[in-house]
């Protein structure tokens, strides 16, 4: 990492990981990542596909989180990323929801 970015850049970013309570919020970074997969996955396996918008939601609530985070940290560049990740995901969510929702594979195709 020091390579790539620099010593001032790692340690800015270093830092900003340091500062989130290791007790408050102890698998965010797991729960994120998760709930990415299972995003992906639920539509590429069709396996219960009513969870694909749960799981766009539940993401979408965490970068809602995210931002306020860095709004209070003063990090603007932060809070537009956040924005538009949360607004993607929250797309995704909608579209498999009400506009173009997965079949699951369990259910049956008419003959």
Do not use: C
């Not at 620099?6 to 102890?26: N, W």
């Not at 809602?64 to 990323?81: K, S």
């Not at 969510?93 to 594979?105: E, H, T």
């Amino acid at each position: 990492m020091h390579a790539v970015l620099g010593k001032t850049s790692r340690d800015r970013i270093l830092s900003e990981i340091r500062a989130v309570p290791r007790d408050r919020y102890p698998g965010d970074r797991y729960v994120e990542s998760l709930d990415g997969l299972v995003l992906i996955l639920l539509g590429l396996t069709r396996i219960q596909t009513r969870l694909t918008p749960l799981a766009g939601v539940g993401l979408a609530l965490i970068k809602v989180g995210a931002a306020v985070w860095h709004l209070q940290r003063g990090e603007t560049t932060n809070i537009v990323l956040n924005i538009i990740n949360g607004a993607i995901v929250a797309f995704i969510a909608y579209g498999r929801w009400k506009l173009v929702p997965l079949r699951d594979s369990s259910l049956k195709e008419p003959a």
